[in-house]
């Protein structure tokens, strides 16, 4: 197991955003995240990259539990994220914005011009390398959304957590961006996106969890979730003429 | 992924000629110029515009480049200068003492560092005024009598080994940032600056960047407040500590510009000459004027005078190019 939620919670004050999750992830998987809005799913995320400790519950990961680790010191270990609402170093160029995940992610290059030139592979994965002397501010919001995903795969994690990579991309660029995260999973990448294109995420997950007012409220594979009654209750929906 | 022996593109545009070109023109006036004048009002020029890059550039390090507003340099300059001071009168060879100087700002701001960097925004620029202040407060009280040099000490002084100094020391904090800005520590520092959450989500060190970034901006804030403790015969000991040194270094990083290498130098040039002419013809009201000046140019041109020259350089070029 590469992930290992024991009883994860937590509470905001009083109102708990993640009650008792429990789950876990094999090596190699992409895990669909699905749920309502305020359904907890963001926080989840920062509760696995250490945004913000649990209020109860163990996390583990990679056979060592992480529960209390900085986010910092995760990113390290191999977990590595994307924001929901993107956050790229805006005065940094697009190549710096990379390096830093070499420099300082997992397996890290120490030497600034060798992690530069393996940053830019990177960056030519997601499509961003004619941009590389750009500062990250002028891009606009798909190649920003690539450029995440290129900071976060340049830290060379086992772990992704894609935080709504696709929320607000066309069609097209929706069908590349699926056929992108497939291939990090390829690299032997182990994925956790939260999405609201429930279509993308049953085409390409092999894990589905559903959050619902903080509560784990069912999991299995896409085809077992879809006829799941309590989700078509609570996010799905009925058909009207079913 | 795709592998590629492919060169990295060149991600400078090709102005690079004109750097070295600057800076030698600049260093060959700052030797020259001082010696062929020769007047005392000239050394004083331009020692205080030495002074002020290397102030500038100091604050510029923690405030532009790391992003932490400091309103506290000024203890950083009064440890410096008290330090170097006290260890020289009593015997200690100058460069020593200058160098203990600035180890000893560097630690003050490590210990303090921990603490305040816990405050963020206009919280960790209240908190360091706040600690530089009763620092200064402090030494008043317990040193409220002028420390002057020793008559030996007056009787070798001359004003051209306190100028070079300056300029060593100019030289020095601003090859200090550019390596700075060309290591991959300053990676982490920028990246904090930028969006502390996603910087330490890509693995940044938070705490540790903003450190690395206070020491080495306090060791050269520590050693200018050793300069001037050089140069200056007598002064309440207080002085060095006044807020006014922490704004004059601030204000030279804005007015030249923030982040930059060359901002500060750009600015302790303009600022100490505009300065020591107000200060000369109109006394009452130069401050007002600075703090008018300042407001203007942190609103209309946040890249400071570096922008102007940035931008008629691109314009320079383009027509060259046609």
């Known amino acids: ?242 | 992924m795709k592998t590629t022996s492919r060169q990295l593109p060149s991600f400078k545009p090709s102005r690079r000629w004109l750097t070295p070109g600057a800076i030698a023109v600049l260093l060959a006036f700052a030797v020259v110029f001082p010696q062929q004048v020769a007047k005392d009002n000239v050394w004083n020029l331009f020692f205080l515009m030495c002074l002020g890059i290397a102030m500038g550039q100091s604050w510029n390090m923690l405030g532009g480049f790391a992003g932490q507003t400091s309103l506290g340099h000024a203890a950083f300059f009064g440890i410096g200068a008290i330090i170097t001071r006290v260890l020289w009168f009593h015997g200690t060879p100058f460069f020593l003492a200058l160098i203990v100087g600035g180890v000893a700002a560097a630690t003050f701001a490590m210990i303090i560092g921990a603490p305040t960097f816990r405050l963020r925004g206009a919280y960790f620029a209240i908190g360091t005024l706040a600690v530089a202040e009763v620092l200064r407060i402090t030494i008043a009280q317990n040193q409220p009598y002028i420390s002057t040099m020793p008559g030996s000490m007056i009787a070798e002084y001359n004003l051209p080994s306190r100028y070079w100094l300056a300029l060593g020391l100019a030289i020095a904090t601003t090859g200090a940032a550019y390596m700075l800005l060309r290591s991959r520590w300053s990676l982490g520092i920028l990246g904090v600056r930028e969006d502390e959450e996603a910087a330490q989500a890509t693995g940044v060190h938070v705490l540790r960047h903003k450190l690395l970034a206070l020491g080495l901006s306090a060791v050269f804030m520590g050693l200018a407040g050793g300069v001037f403790a050089f140069k200056q015969i007598s002064y309440y000991p207080e002085a060095p500590f006044f807020p006014t040194f922490t704004f004059e270094a601030l204000m030279i990083a804005y007015i030249g510009g923030l982040g930059t290498v060359s901002g500060p130098v750009i600015g302790g040039i303009f600022f100490v000459v505009v300065r020591e002419r107000l200060a000369a013809n109109l006394t009452d009201v130069h401050q007002v004027i600075f703090g008018a000046l300042f407001v203007v140019i942190v609103l209309l041109l946040p890249g400071g005078l570096l922008e102007i020259w940035d931008r008629s350089k691109r314009l320079a070029l383009r027509v060259i190019r046609r």
Request: proline share 4%; with cysteine; net charge positive.
């Open chain 1, 1 to 242: 197991m590469l992930l290992n939620l024991e009883g994860v919670s937590k509470a905001f004050k009083g109102l708990k955003a993640v009650n008792s999750v429990s789950t876990r992830l094999e090596e190699g998987k992409i895990l669909g995240l699905i749920g309502p809005n305020g359904a907890g799913k963001t926080t989840l995320f920062n509760l696995i990259t250490g945004v913000y400790p649990p209020t109860e519950g163990k996390i583990f990961f990679d056979g060592k539990d992480i529960t209390s680790v900085a986010p910092h010191a995760r990113c390290w270990m191999g977990i590595a994220r994307t924001f929901q609402l993107v956050r790229p170093l805006p005065e940094l160029s697009v190549l710096d914005n990379a390096a830093i995940g070499r420099v300082y992610g997992r397996d890290p290059i120490r030497n600034r011009s060798k992690a530069e030139k393996a940053s830019y592979e990177t960056l030519e994965m997601v499509g961003l390398a004619a941009r590389a002397s750009e500062k990250a501010k002028s891009l606009t919001l798909v190649d920003r959304k690539r450029l995440e995903l290129a900071r976060a795969l340049a830290a060379k994690p086992k772990l992704l957590l894609l935080d709504e990579l696709l929320a607000g991309l066309n069609p097209s660029e929706v069908l590349t961006s699926m056929a992108l995260i497939q291939s990090i999973r390829d690299m032997g990448i182990t994925i956790i996106m939260v999405e609201h294109l429930v279509k993308a995420v049953f085409g390409i997950a092999d894990q589905i969890v559903v959050l619902s007012a903080g509560e784990l409220i069912a999991e299995g594979t896409p085809a077992e979730i879809a006829c799941n009654e309590s989700v078509i209750d609570a996010y799905l929906g009925r058909s009207l003429h079913a």
